[in-house]
């Protein structure tokens, strides 16, 4: 399972408040979306750590403590959550920004709200909208992610607003699959694929492959998962030297892990897991 921090944007008093319009604060919303994005996160076996300030004398203070939160953490993604703003009352829809390495996940985050809201598709954008997005400042290995759910200041964007809807087209982005009502049909270029990080557990493996008859593979060397299969097995123990100097191993995309205390309990679940013991 993944370790998730979801950070509620800006501060309900103090020096980092967020935007306000048609009646809504900022920062009230990122706590109503933010507080549903992490049950419905832990509803699914994650673990999550909500960030969350209420008060900070400066905007700086207040990106700092969520910063040294994120980092000290160091999950498997950060999430943060935010609504836009502009002086252009007309400018609508979502945004997505993140680092490359979550690509996939902004975009099918984006594409959900989008999708269920009927709101402008404004999509990926690779940059540092905030320090919040540590990966991108080069502070954390941990992707990291921002979501602008809609402009508070248009009102058409405003009438549709709905916490928990937002909360799972988010969680719904970011696990690949379907939340609720939202919907999330991904065509898969296979049904099965079995990975596995460490030499030891290649066995286990590589049985379980040739039980599902589909490709085993070594999760140490950098592969794109997104929507490669509709299953992805991680047998074994994780990279112990993931995220030193680019060192990679099970993903966010994984489905199953199927794990012992060592190779042959490892092996062992395996077998069980394919109905043989
Ligand atoms: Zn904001």
Redesign the pocket.
């Known amino acids: 399972m993944s370790v998730f921090t979801v950070d509620f944007?800006?501060t309900l008093s103090g020096g980092d408040t967020?935007?306000g319009g048609n009646g809504l604060r900022?920062e009230k919303l990122?706590r109503e979306i933010g507080n549903l994005v992490v049950q419905g996160l832990r509803k699914e076996g994650h673990t999550v750590y909500p960030i969350q300030l209420d008060y900070a004398n400066t905007l700086v203070e207040s990106l700092n403590y969520r910063v040294n939160k994120i980092i000290s953490i160091n999950p498997t993604q950060s999430i943060s959550i935010?609504?836009n703003a502009a002086t252009n009352i007309e400018a609508t829809g979502v945004e997505v920004w993140g680092d490359n390495l979550c690509k996939d996940m902004c975009i099918r985050i984006s594409d959900n709200i989008s999708k269920e809201f009927n709101l402008a598709n404004r999509g990926f954008k690779n940059g540092c909208e905030s320090l919040a997005l540590v990966g991108l400042y080069g502070l954390s290995n941990a992707p990291a992610l921002l979501v602008e759910c809609f402009f508070i200041s248009n009102s058409n964007d405003c009438s549709k607003y709905n916490a928990q809807k937002y909360a799972d087209c988010i969680v719904s982005g970011i696990l690949n699959k379907k939340i609720n009502n939202v919907v999330e049909e991904r065509k898969y270029d296979m049904k099965n694929l079995v990975c596995y990080c460490n030499a030891i557990d290649k066995r286990a493996a590589e049985y379980l492959a040739d039980h599902l008859q589909c490709p085993c593979i070594d999760a140490t060397l950098p592969f794109n998962y997104s929507n490669v299969a509709e299953n992805i097995i991680a047998v074994g123990g994780d990279n112990p030297r993931k995220g030193e100097n680019g060192q990679v191993g099970f993903t966010g995309y994984t489905t199953k892990y199927i794990a012992g205390k060592d190779r042959y309990e490892t092996a062992k679940e395996v077998l069980k897991f394919i109905g043989k013991l």
């Open positions: 944007g800006h967020g935007a900022e990122t935010h609504i």
